[in-house]
């Protein structure tokens, strides 16, 4: 069977409008699991910013179509942390999907920034700022919806139409936004110990006040169990936390889980004995969420 070439083609890296100027940069790229681990930098015109993400392709033959899977990382992680952490590489070779491990803000010197771990870069929230000092860099939103994506499509060989999404705390807050609030352009979502009614949470309103100002009906753009109460999301939904979570008070997974009963979503929350918040937990049960997101991007492949 003919493998394909897992470097992309070099001038799918150069933007023909403008020759000589890259659209995109290779930081590195290597080997592992038989697929391709790369990490990439392209100027974003979202976040006015240089940007950097990460993609795992596995390798496949020439003629096969490769659906995508988005991981979406926490408060202070860039893309590094689930792209070595999270162990997802070997199971997403083994079901020929791509991974795209975005970072988390915009980033660089002139970004505003804040001295907390919980606003400003490395916590962006995936959401559009409309307040100052913030609106000018901070369309995370836009970003993952929008930009990256068409990045994504243009450089590798991958079907952004067949996509699934997951993430881990803020990141899984960004993913159920992402599932429910875009209805079915993702196949199935997953998330870990994810943020679930931040409005009514620290873990929320501190952050939709900044961003957002103080208008709480524009936060609710961006709370999964406000959105849920509408959506026509109709893919699977996995959702997994550690009872011995050190933030279970601020994630609020009960208020989605109240919300998507009632509306008869085929929704699956576990409560996993013993784990916390770190990637331990995220490690343990990656190959679970890979083979769910695989049955479900399967279904949609045919």
């Given at each position: 069977m003919k493998k394909r070439n897992l470097l992309p083609k070099k001038d799918l890296y150069f933007n023909k409008s403008?020759?000589?100027?890259?659209?995109?940069?290779?930081?590195?790229?290597?080997?592992?699991?038989?697929?391709?681990?790369?990490?990439?930098?392209?100027?974003?015109?979202?976040?006015?910013?240089?940007m950097t993400f990460a993609v795992f392709m596995p390798s496949l033959p020439q003629d096969m179509q490769i659906p995508v899977l988005w991981f979406l990382s926490g408060l202070t992680c860039t893309h590094e942390n689930a792209m070595l952490k999270a162990g997802a590489?070997?199971?997403?070779?083994?079901?020929?999907?791509?991974?795209?491990?975005?970072?988390t803000s915009p980033r660089g010197t002139n970004i505003p920034d804040d001295d907390a771990y919980d606003l400003g870069q490395g916590a962006g929230f995936y959401l559009n700022a409309t307040q100052s000092p913030w609106k000018k860099n901070y369309k995370m939103w836009d970003y993952l919806v929008l930009e990256l994506p068409?990045?994504?499509?243009?450089?590798?060989?991958?079907?952004?139409s067949k996509q699934s999404v997951m993430g881990h705390s803020m990141g899984g807050h960004g993913a159920?936004?992402?599932?429910?609030?875009?209805?079915?352009?993702?196949?199935?979502?997953?998330?870990?110990?994810?943020?679930?009614?931040?409005?009514?949470?620290?873990?929320?309103?501190?952050?939709?006040?900044?961003?957002?100002g103080n208008d709480e009906s524009l936060w609710e753009n961006y709370d999964a169990s406000v959105i849920a109460q509408k959506t026509n999301f109709s893919g699977p939904i996995l959702i997994d936390t550690g009872s011995n979570d050190q933030f279970l008070n601020l994630l609020s997974v009960d208020s989605l889980s109240k919300v998507l009963k009632k509306r008869g979503l085929d929704a699956n929350f576990r409560m996993n004995d013993g784990y916390d918040h770190s990637y331990y937990f995220i490690a343990t049960f990656m190959e679970e969420h890979i083979n769910f997101h695989a049955a479900a991007l399967s279904k949609n492949l045919t």
């Open positions: 403008r020759p000589g100027k890259k659209v995109m940069e290779i930081i590195s790229e290597n080997k592992m699991f038989e697929g391709l681990q790369g990490v990439y930098r392209h100027n974003s015109s979202a976040l006015k910013c240089e590489q070997k199971f997403a070779q083994e079901h020929n999907i791509a991974v795209i491990f975005p970072d068409s990045v994504i499509e243009k450089n590798f060989s991958v079907n952004i159920l936004l992402m599932a429910l609030r875009l209805n079915n352009q993702f196949k199935s979502v997953s998330a870990f110990a994810p943020i679930c009614n931040p409005m009514k949470s620290d873990w929320g309103r501190k952050q939709f006040s900044a961003y957002l």
